[in-house]
């Protein structure tokens, strides 16, 4: 039929023709584009692949600096590290000659793999489940390890990422994953690693900076009664997740009592209800932080605080209850208008002479987790120690997030989760030479790179 009609209506036929020769273009040119993409990367290193780091300023975080060193890599981890380390046969070099090892940063607020392209886009947008209550969401499954900004994020030293969804009341769990990896279960670390929870706020009540201006006064009374019914709601939840455990523990001992029904959302709550798993919670200002935390105490929750941008004002209450603080407002503007304008540069400093424990995060979706050295260097810059600093993005999210037996610093028997740069970590005029994800040498290459190579040598 196709045939006939292409005799009886050339015209047709000659326009079927240019639109397959336009489809064929098309797809040659995708191919010739993938083909060089590949062609710029180096050949992929083998996990196994045994390195020695020589001539290395090696920076431990966990103890003192190593100033002229070297340190071995073999099967993912570190095997040694010193001033006196001998060569195991057949390892393959780095010369480090005036440059420094550290341990790869961990960024413990971020939606990396989540979130592509976060507006016009929405099919590459899986932040968040239909619904308020989403205990049973897992972070991991949805993970693009094909994202382009996993690339530019380790590029700038940035290993390790905690990746969370958002929305609703309970968003779901998240994820730590490597920055590395073709499938989402090969990246993941801890897969199920927390339990995310946006903490009821008061709304409409004022005060935030930009958003204080003339008009009706807010309703209290209302914000009041919407915070505690949505509060409720979790309790509610949470307490018959408590009794479905209890139940489920007394099937499993004695199989003739009737077997509770499968309830997914409450399965997936029960770690946390006993404290086995940590429960982040966000929370901003000063009442909602100690409100966070005493309800995570009524209901036996292991806390953490996400946000925290207000946490100065509570220091000495999150020192005293023990509650670890996820910073993620560094580079923000403050909540209100009255603030100084360092209010947020300098929550940091303040949290680490108080005895809090804290980190630092970006708290961004993707494109700028990339930007977390420069969270913690401008902490630096106001009154946090450099050391602590630097601490804030290695040793302190991997202590927080329970990991830190494994990674956040240099230290034999750990992960090889490491970088080798031409200056200080958190400076933005330092470059990452090399980089190690578990063991394994990754290109550093991303999208920022494949596009300046190609129009560095444009001239017009």
Do not use: W
């Amino acid at each position: 039929m196709y045939l006939t009609l292409n005799i009886i209506h050339p015209t047709r036929h000659h326009k079927a023709i240019r639109t397959t020769m336009n489809r064929l273009l098309a797809l040659l040119s995708i191919i010739v584009f993938i083909a060089s993409t590949f062609a710029q990367q180096p050949p992929p290193q083998d996990a196994n692949t045994t390195y020695i780091i020589r001539n290395a300023r090696i920076v431990t975080v966990s103890g003192a600096t190593i100033e002229n060193g070297s340190l071995i890599i073999r099967n993912g981890r570190i095997e040694a590290l010193g001033a006196n380390v001998n060569a195991p046969g057949g390892a393959q070099e780095i010369n480090a000659q005036g440059l420094s090892v550290y341990p790869g940063m961990i960024d413990a607020g971020t939606s990396i793999g989540l979130v592509e392209v976060g507006s016009g886009a929405p099919g590459t947008v899986d932040l968040a489940e239909a619904g308020d209550m989403n205990p049973n969401a897992n972070a991991i499954v949805s993970v693009n390890p094909h994202s382009a900004h996993i690339g530019v994020t380790r590029f700038n030293g940035i290993t390790t990422v905690l990746t969370m969804p958002q929305g609703g009341m309970i968003s779901g769990q998240a994820a730590v994953i490597n920055l590395d990896g073709d499938t989402p279960r090969k990246m993941a670390f801890v897969p199920d690693a927390a339990l995310v929870i946006n903490f009821p706020r008061l709304t409409g009540t004022g005060g935030e900076f930009g958003f204080n201006r003339p008009g009706a006064p807010p309703d209290l009374t209302a914000a009041i009664r919407t915070r505690d019914t949505q509060l409720d709601s979790i309790r509610k939840m949470l307490r018959d997740a408590e009794a479905y455990g209890k139940a489920q523990d007394a099937y499993t001992r004695d199989p003739k009592l009737p077997r509770p029904a499968r309830d997914l959302k409450l399965a997936a709550l029960v770690p946390y209800t006993r404290g086995e798993r940590p429960v982040i919670l966000r929370a901003d200002r000063d009442l909602e932080i100690r409100a966070a935390v005493r309800f995570a105490e009524e209901m036996k929750l292991k806390p953490i605080i996400m946000g925290g941008n207000d946490a100065f004002m509570a220091a000495s209450f999150l020192k005293e209850k023990r509650v670890p603080v996820i910073l993620n407002g560094t580079l923000d503007l403050p909540l209100r208008e009255d603030d100084d304008y360092d209010v947020l540069y300098t929550n940091a400093a303040k949290l680490q002479a108080a005895g809090v424990n804290f980190c630092i995060s970006t708290g961004d979706d993707g494109s700028n987790v990339r930007d977390l050295p420069y969270h913690a260097g401008m902490s630096a810059a106001f009154g946090l120690p450099p050391v602590e600093a630097l601490k804030s993005v290695t040793l302190y999210p991997a202590q927080i997030l329970g990991i830190s037996n494994q990674v956040g610093s240099l230290e034999t028997g750990k992960i090889a989760n490491l970088v080798i740069t031409d200056g200080d970590l958190l400076d933005a005029r330092t470059n990452v030479r090399y980089l190690f994800i578990n063991g394994r040498q990754v290109p550093l290459t991303s999208r920022h790179t494949e596009l300046y190579d190609q129009f560095k040598n444009r001239t017009r």
